[in-house]
């Protein structure tokens, strides 16, 4: 994200950004926190640390920009610090070939998942969340910004500090693997996909 | 029938496959015209049909089974303790 020139705040206009603009965003905040760390103790932490962050650093903010993806980068942003770091989970991803399978000319040949609608409507417990949670993390990040909290490409691309281009190769990827993913679970379910 | 302008043609003028136009689309970033053509487009292309139709369905079932929780009761006192405590007095 662009520097914003630092902004001067009074004490009680510190209160109503933090109260107002951040405080109400806390229920999205904690989902995003819960859905990157797997687990509720974490997220909670997570969370808290991300608006003492926030607060701190409140004159970087600037009024009537997007407070929602301000606070969702800083939390992104921590959790790399503070927690990825702990976590075992190896960085299995190349994202070059990625990138370079979004822009080629094959893309369209794989457009077809072995995947019906009608299978899909089925799963009424926890199959779609446990899906999206089997995502290696960068993956389940851009389906969360997207498809979860609404954020636009150049939104995500801020909040992830990757080009455009990336986001949207990157969330061609996921919605792939959380197809095949869905496919395991509907074959599971007996259904005959083809 | 003439040859309709592809609304989604890039500036260095090349042309972006299926998959990324349906991407757009699903995504909500597309222009009207954009939509217009797309909608044609999926008259004439059956796994760009089935693609979409599939694709909004996980898009839907995302955002109802896996947002909308309520943060922690305690989690809120917390943060509002906190920042209490870094106030000047």
Known sequence: MEETPRQTYTEQQKNEVFNNEFLPLVHAMYNFAYRLTLDRDDAKDLVQDTYMKAFRFIESFQTGTNAKAWLFRILKNSF???????????????????????????????????????????????????????????????????????????????ILDIPIGTVRSRLHRARQLLKEKLSEYAREMGYKNT | MSEQINPFVQEDGKKPSCMQMLQIILDEQSTEAQQEYFKAHMDRCMPCFKTYNLDATIKELLKSRCCGGEAPQDLIEGIKQRIDQQRPQ
């Not at chain 1, 299995?92 to 399978?101: A, H, L, P, S």
């Not at chain 1, 998942?113 to 899909?120: G, I, K, N, T, Y």
């Not at chain 1, 089925?122 to 389940?140: C, K, Q, T, Y």
Request: charged residues 35%; proline residues 1%.
């Open chain 1, 80 to 158: 790399i610090n503070d927690y990825r770091k702990k976590s075992k989970e190896p960085n299995k991803v190349d994202y070059q070939e990625v990138e370079t399978y979004y822009n080629s000319e094959d893309v369209n040949r794989q457009i077809t998942a072995d995947l019906r609608v009608e299978s899909l409507k089925d799963m009424i417990g926890d199959e779609i969340s446990n899906a999206l949670n089997s995502l290696e993390v960068d993956f389940r990040t851009v389906i969360i910004l997207c498809d979860l909290e609404g954020f636009k490409y150049e939104e995500m691309a801020k």
